[in-house]
């Protein structure tokens, strides 16, 4: 071949390049919420090693709790109104349908393998609290504060801002104190505005999709900042944190759990894709569908269907017009940061 030829080819293959279209589709896909490469990489490290897509759901997850991604994932971030974190996560297995959840887990940082625990180890779906800690403890997990100096300091500066109930409506505090007890009652008339903090919402979605066409999907976090002790998210609840079939697709969703529970969005998602409906327009469905009834919600949510085709849709809220996410597969070869305009 020719210099001339050589260049010619060379400019073909630069164009055919950028003719891929997004999300275009090769299996295995590891795809997650937020800017959490990591994690990606761990599952995708997990499946090279010959590990299964619930394996690398678990990696890549536990990854994320051990770096307490964006201080929302793992011990150490949102304290609740006791100074506590706690955590929620689930997996599951889309060939099986099974689930294994926890929510409001105390004392126990990895948070999605104990979900995995639940699955293997009982009947159930879905432990919550001491008594989750407590099966977690006798399966062998660490016991451990899951408070660090960064979640005291969070608890501190709340505490001197007369505690601003974030998380209650229609409550009085005793008289005496602003930091309750809280009864029914008036709201507080000095209450600050509840600031949209998006990263008070962040949590780890992920889908993983096998060579073999397995999908598994997964979440962890710690939920939202001064939570009311006992509050549980979306994250642990399959079809609204995730929700997985290996014949139609997979979906995980992050933001403001307490509303997006109500509608599970990663259940229609994949209901949606089931019925030929491509991923992103599923994801948009979804959020669609909890914005008629809550405008100013924050939320996102990621979809795959079974080939490998993958989106993503975010609610546009004041201040924040994209969503990133990660994808990683034999076309992007690297846990690659991609993002989708909010609308
Ligand atoms: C946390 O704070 C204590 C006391 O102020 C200090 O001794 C300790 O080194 C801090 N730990 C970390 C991890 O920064
Ligand atoms: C997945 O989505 C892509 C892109 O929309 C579509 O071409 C493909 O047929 C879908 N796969 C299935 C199994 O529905």
């Keep these: ?27 295995p896909l590891v795809i997650n919420t937020w800017e959490f490469q990591h994690a990606a990489d761990a599952a995708w490290r997990a499946l090279q090693a010959g590990g299964s897509v619930m394996d690398a759901v678990e990696k890549g997850c536990s990854r994320c709790e051990a770096e307490q991604c964006d201080g929302s994932v793992g011990f150490g971030g949102h304290p609740d109104e006791r100074g506590e974190t706690t955590l929620d996560a689930m997996i599951m297995n889309g060939n099986t349908m099974e689930v294994g959840a926890v929510g409001d887990l105390r004392r126990i940082k990895n948070a999605i393998s104990v979900a995995r625990a639940v699955m293997e180890h009982t009947e159930h779906t879905l432990l919550v609290g001491e008594s989750a800690s407590q099966f977690a403890e006798n399966m062998g997990f660490t016991a451990e504060d899951l408070t660090t100096n960064n979640s005291i300091s969070v608890f501190t500066q709340w505490l001197k801002d007369n505690c601003q109930p974030n998380n209650r409506k229609n409550v009085s505090p005793d008289p005496s104190k602003y930091c309750g007890p809280y009864k029914p009652g008036p709201t507080l008339k000095h209450r600050r505005r509840r600031e949209i903090d998006i990263h008070a919402h962040d949590t780890i979605g992920m889908v993983v999709i096998g060579r073999d066409g397995q999908i598994a999907a997964g979440t962890s976090t710690n939920g939202a900042n001064y939570k009311v002790p ?12 995730s929700y997985v079939e290996s014949a139609a697709g997979g979906a995980a969703a992050t933001g403001n759990g307490d509303v997006m529970m109500r509608f599970l969005p990663s ?18 469905t979804a959020i669609s569908r909890i914005k008629r009834h809550n405008p100013g919600f924050f939320g996102a949510i990621i979809c795959a269907n079974s080939t490998g085709h993958y989106g993503a849709a975010c609610n546009k809220i004041p201040g924040f017009t994209r969503f990133p996410f990660v994808v990683y597969n034999s076309q992007t070869n690297t846990p690659l940061l991609q993002s989708v305009d909010c609308f």
Excluded: H, Q, W
């Design 1 to 27: 071949m020719n210099l001339k030829a050589a260049y010619f080819a060379m400019r073909l293959c630069l164009i055919l390049l950028f003719l891929l279209p997004f999300g275009r589709a090769t299996l």
């Design 230 to 241: 006992g509050r549980v998210g979306d994250s642990p609840i399959a079809g609204a944190g």
């Design 267 to 284: 259940y229609l998602a994949v209901e949606l894709m089931r019925i030929g409906t491509e991923p992103s327009t599923a994801c948009e």
